[in-house]
């Protein structure tokens, strides 16, 4: 589920309002996969914790396995809530959809997993792994 950064930020489009992005999902996969702690415990303070909740509220009439997160998150992670970030981050995949900017509401495609953006001529793929972490590239 790691789509929730706006492309308008990394790629510097001139857009006031574009984050996060709105996700239209058709197809979610769930895959899971074996919990890593330290991972989770290192990412959690780089995400955009309010987009995420945003994310998962819009996913979840696609995906019922989707675990509820809390409102906030506390200053310490326990095993449940590092098993249910782990969860939303890493086994939740959105294969088929829009991204819509709420801002312009011009929509990207999401095809096989992937974000793809037509702009200008330029044509730039990213997979989920490179949308949760905007703040880092401003």
């Known amino acids: 589920l790691l789509y929730i950064v706006s492309f308008f930020w ?20 769930v895959e899971e996969s074996p919990v890593d702690r330290e991972l ?4 959690v303070n780089k995400i955009e914790y309010g987009a995420l909740l945003q994310a998962c509220q819009q996913l979840a009439p696609q995906c019922s396995s989707l675990p ?13 809530l590092v098993a249910s970030l782990h969860t939303v ?11 819509i900017c709420p801002d312009t509401g011009r929509k990207f495609t ?17 997979t989920s792994a490179a949308y949760f972490f905007a703040h880092d590239f401003l």
């Open 10 to 29: 990394i790629l510097n489009f001139r857009t006031k309002d574009g984050y996060p992005l709105i996700i239209e999902a058709t197809t979610v996969v």
């Open 89 to 99: 981050l890493f086994d939740i995949h959105v294969t088929e959809g829009h991204l």
């Open 68 to 80: 509820e997160l809390p409102a906030e998150l506390p200053d310490v992670l326990d095993d449940a």
């Open 40 to 43: 989770v415990t290192n990412m």
């Open 110 to 126: 999401v095809k096989e997993g992937r974000s793809i953006i037509i702009y200008r001529g330029m044509h730039v793929q990213l």
